[in-house]
DNA sequence: TACATCGTACGATAATATCGCACATTTCTG
DNA sequence: CAGAAATGTGCGATATTATCGTACGATGTA
């Protein structure tokens, strides 16, 4: 009956369902939840009960629903924590000599997920979050992975891409995408403008762990108005040498 | 087998369980976790590939182990999402009002977990860590915390707490800390002095809920030397202010 | 070269979670 | 305020499900 799967064990499977449903909604009960899954409410009932012993899930004293548990928080700040921590003075310093917002990201399959993210204080509202997902096509950060990976891996992902536009400026054709990774992968930095939110550029260099393959990206993000051909020369230059010095210092993967 | 079971989903639970020992180690291995847990090779590396299926765990292409995947990064960001966002902006005016180290925590049990903290500039080093737990007795924000609920559940917890002493100044006395809580109950805030580490001394004022209960707290931290009673004073004043403009923005819970 | 350890795979057995039903409580509605 | 609907919760029987034992190839070590 199940849609997909390998040799997965179900119960588990079906409680990180359970908890990605919190995604989108802050407080569910029992029986919302069995009828997002399509689980039956005592099966539901059972799952969520364990995950609230195990304080993934909690109840509200309140309204008598649950939402998202302590231990999950927890355990999330360990998630790449190394990284966070190397990484996190590296970006409070491009802060300080920018004034532009920065950020560190991470490879999912097609994806990129923000881990961090510092504002500059003259920052205006830019709609990155936290633990956020984003396309690669369309951000400086996953131009940077890509042209940060092996040739043929590369092509793998742009080939499996969906290049869905989110400005009239995003690209649309993998040839001419796959054009730019190479020289890309030249200058080590990638670019990007407006091709995400209109009036935002933003410019990234990769990290690479010891296979020598990107896996992660630091960039900085500002107003188009602000971010001339100069400024992100410049920017370019110093997150080349930061991103080469976060990798040696990380000392594995 | 099971050490301790109510009506729980044991897979589920055993998940849970290696997650958890990823809390210590960065990296782990199949067998290792099986070691670690008591489990069959082949019963944890159903479990570990389930969990690696769902992005909860991840293997590293260099060194073939396993460790924490971005999902359970993004599911975290999700946890006390609101009480963040609402709280956050209140904890820069602190800082940046004093000068010192603020911290937002939550009740869990008999401990508190941190869950923002935003550095003073100035600050020295100050070993709070995100995602961290302490237990109530010994920090401000935790006897905030108690002293903001109903008086049977502040005396329960008092009754299961470990008192344990980190330094000379930590309270060991039940009696004492229950006539504290009191006194700090009719105060609106909590002090703790160089009870947790030496040299360091803190504020804090609880949170409330619908019920009003108290379930989280708000602290300003620094050097002893610093934290004079009139200074104490100024910023209990304020902090009495914004904990109960951040309870009433919460609207809930 | 031989040995140890690791990750991975598969099938049979036995334990396990699921389903269906039922009840108490709360929330909605008229 | 009363009746109705929906919710959270509990329990047992069945059949699905996860676990265990065993085994193999790959990697690393002596």
Redesign the interface.
């Known amino acids: 009956m199940a849609l997909k799967s ?4 179900q ?3 079906r ?2 369902q359970i ?2 449903c ?2 989108n909604n ?1 407080e569910l009960g029992v029986t919302e939840i069995s009828r997002l899954l399509g689980l039956h409410k005592s099966t539901a009932f ?2 969520i ?3 609230e ?4 899930l909690e109840k ?4 008598g629903k649950y ?16 990284l966070r921590r190397i990484a996190v003075p590296y970006l409070e310093r491009l802060v300080s000599l920018y004034q532009e917002t920065v950020n560190l990201v ?1 490879l ?1 399959d097609l994806s990129v ?1 923000y ?1 961090e993210k510092v504002d500059s204080t003259r920052s205006m509202y830019i709609n990155t ?3 956020g ?1 984003l396309p690669l096509h369309c951000t400086a950060v996953g131009k940077a992975i890509l042209s940060g990976l092996p040739p043929a891996e590369r092509q793998d992902k742009v080939e499996r891409m969906d290049l869905c536009g989110l400005t009239n400026n995003t690209i649309r054709d993998k040839a001419k995408l796959l054009a730019y990774l190479e020289s890309a992968a030249l200058d080590g930095y990638a670019e990007e403008s407006e091709e995400l939110e209109l009036g935002l550029t933003c410019v990234a260099a990769p990290l690479f ?3 020598g ?1 990107a896996f992660a990206a630091v960039s900085v993000s500002g107003p188009t108005s602000r971010m001339n051909a100069a400024f992100r020369q410049e920017i370019c230059e110093t997150l080349i040498v930061m991103t080469k010095e976060i990798s040696r210092k990380l000392g ?2």
């Open positions: 390998e040799k997965n064990i119960s588990v499977s409680a990180v908890l990605q919190f995604e802050e059972g799952l009960t364990t995950l012993a195990d304080k993934l509200s004293e309140v309204t939402r998202l548990g302590l231990e999950l928080f927890r355990l999330g700040t360990k998630v790449n924590a190394n991470v999912d997920v881990l979050v936290i633990g997902k762990n010891h296979l393959k594995h993967d």
